[in-house]
């Protein structure tokens, strides 16, 4: 069983920055890469960043350039760095380990309960 707790959420104006943490604990071994993952206000979850336990990246296209995941593996701590905030980006930020299998199935899956961000002057 993975515990996720996330943080660093909060109140920042346009074109800021917030860094988001989470923490893993428990059995983690078994997952072989993080997410994060945002809903917005009435929209669908929406996969935000990931990052394999090799360290590989993938980022969602509305963020490309503005956001770096990254992960400390010794404190089973996972990033997200997010500047050129906008308003779009007001959501709660889900953090979720996995297992990535092949064909894009995916295992023992663990979700944090969230964060919340709003950009907003």
């Known amino acids: 069983q993975v515990q996720l707790v996330e943080s660093g959420g909060g109140l920042v104006q346009p074109g800021g920055s917030l860094r988001l943490t989470c923490a893993a604990s428990?059995?983690?071994?078994?997952?072989?890469?993080m997410a994060w993952y945002r809903q917005a206000p009435g929209k669908p979850l929406e996969l935000v960043a990931t990052?394999?336990?090799?360290?590989?990246?993938n980022y969602a296209d509305p963020v490309k350039g503005r956001f770096t995941i990254s992960r400390s593996d010794a404190q089973n701590t996972v990033y997200l760095q997010m500047s050129s905030l906008k308003p779009e980006g007001t959501a709660i930020y889900y953090c979720?380990?996995?297992?990535?299998?092949?064909?894009?199935?995916?295992?023992?899956?663990?979700w944090g309960r969230g964060t919340k961000v709003t950009v907003s002057s």
């Open positions: 990052i394999t336990n090799g360290g590989s990246t």
């Open positions: 428990g059995s983690i071994a078994s997952a072989n890469a």
């Open positions: 979720k380990t996995y297992r990535a299998l092949s064909g894009g199935v995916q295992a023992n899956v663990s």
